[in-house]
Structures are given as structure tokens and as C-alpha cells.
């Protein structure tokens, strides 16, 4: 079956700290990780997908097949980027569904 | 450009009275249409799904109903709530089929429900 974990509720680092944001997941086949991210009265929005491999707001995530992780990190936290963080699943083999972790909340300390 | 817009962004219902949550979505054809619930410390929960009119899939049993009457617009509705129907409701969109070409989830600012 499938399923996201994210093992962190609440996460909070100093500004210029690195963040690491965790995302394990279980799927058979080939799954397409993404990262949600809402800010303070704010839509749930995109924040980036494993499949692009780009970096948005300094923010990276690796897709790792032998791990089944999917980690969000940044090497020098804001405190913009104070916000809730989920990580989501989706594929071949969802039925048009996609799969959300419980959401980590990141707090950046001034 | 697409949009989704979803109402009211703020609700207070007694407990037993009727609810009805719209959301549309502009500028896409045959979307894929969802509905969640946001609680704390419980991640995002889906209600039901939607990939084409009148074809409705649900995944929790509850008090609540979806319906898609046209093809940008899905309702979600009770007929009685209950005090455990209070949380924050999130309609969605995707281009189907997900996970094929970059399709990922489209959220509209959600809907506050209290009941009373």
C-alpha cells in the first residue's frame, strides 16, 4: 500500500542554519514525490517535485530509490520559510489519487 | 491561466443543519477534482475524488457527500452535520492522469467549517 511518513511534527532551526526536512515513502513501482508547502494564511501550494529537479527558494529534494526517501533540505534556512511542509505521492499505480504525509512544521528562529 | 475558487472561505453551521461547499475550477477541461480535509497533526485526508462528471469516488465513509454536476465544479455536502464535521475543507485539481507528465495538485484557499 502506499504510504508517506514524515517522522517530524514540529521542526525548528536558527536563521542560517541547514534544514532538513524528512519524507519517507512505500510504493510499488515508480513513484512521483512532491513537496507542498503553505506559509501563514496562505494557499497549500507546490513547492517542488522530484521530477524536475530544480531548486525553488534555495530549497532541494533528491529522490532515493534505496531508501524510499525524499528529504527536503536547505543549506541556509530564512525565516520566510517558516511554514507547513508536506511531502506527497502520486503514480501509475494511485488511481488518481495522491498520498500526503502529516505535514512537518518548520519554524525558523530569528 | 487556471484558477480554482472555492466558497465560502469561512462557515458556522449547527449541528444537524445542511452544508453545501463549491469549487471551480477555470481555464482546464476533464480536471481531476478533490476534496480534503486539513486537520493538525493529521495531515491532509481525502474525502473523495472526481474524474469526470457524475463519477464520484469516495475514501473515508462519513456524513458527507461529493457531487460533480458539471465538469469544473464539485460540491461537497451534508444533509446533517455533526460536531466532528468541523475542520478546514481543501478543494483540488490535477490534469489526469497524475503522475504522467508533471501533473501535481492544485489547491483553492479552503473553507473553515464550525459547527455548533
Known amino acids: 500500500a502506499q504510504r508517506v511518513t514524515q517522522p517530524e511534527k514540529l521542526l525548528s532551526v536558527f536563521k542560517g542554519a541547514p534544514v532538513e526536512l524528512k519524507c519517507n515513502y512505500s510504493?510499488?513501482?515508480?513513484?512521483?514525490l512532491f513537496w507542498y508547502v503553505q506559509y501563514s494564511r496562505q494557499r497549500l501550494q507546490l513547492l517542488l517535485r522530484?521530477?524536475s529537479r530544480e531548486s525553488i527558494k534555495g530549497f532541494t529534494a533528491d529522490l532515493n530509490k534505496g531508501e524510499t526517501s525524499f528529504h527536503l533540505k536547505k543549506p541556509f534556512a530564512q525565516e520566510e520559510d517558516s511554514a507547513m511542509y508536506y511531502c506527497?505521492?502520486?503514480?501509475?499505480?494511485?488511481?488518481?489519487?495522491?498520498?500526503f504525509g502529516t505535514g512537518t512544521s518548520l519554524t525558523v528562529i530569528p | 491561466s487556471q484558477t480554482i475558487h472555492q466558497w465560502p472561505a469561512t462557515l458556522v453551521q449547527p449541528v444537524g443543519s445542511p452544508l453545501s461547499l463549491e469549487c471551480t475550477v477555470e481555464?482546464?477541461?476533464?480536471?481531476?477534482l478533490y476534496w480534503y480535509r486539513q486537520a493538525a497533526g493529521r495531515g491532509l485526508q481525502l474525502l473523495f475524488y472526481?474524474?469526470?462528471?457524475?463519477?464520484i469516488s469516495s475514501e473515508v465513509p462519513q456524513n458527507l457527500s461529493a457531487s460533480r454536476p458539471q465538469d469544473r465544479q464539485f460540491i461537497l455536502s451534508s444533509k446533517k452535520l455533526l460536531l466532528s464535521d468541523s475542520g478546514f475543507y481543501l478543494c483540488a485539481w490535477s490534469v489526469p492522469p497524475p503522475g504522467v507528465g508533471n501533473s501535481p495538485l492544485h489547491f483553492g484557499n479552503g473553507t473553515r467549517l464550525t459547527v455548533t
Open positions: 472526481s474524474v469526470g462528471i457524475g463519477q
Open positions: 522530484h521530477i
Open positions: 481555464g482546464t477541461s476533464n480536471p481531476n
Open positions: 506527497a505521492l502520486s503514480g501509475p499505480n494511485t488511481g488518481n489519487q495522491f498520498y
Open positions: 510504493y510499488s513501482g515508480s513513484p512521483e
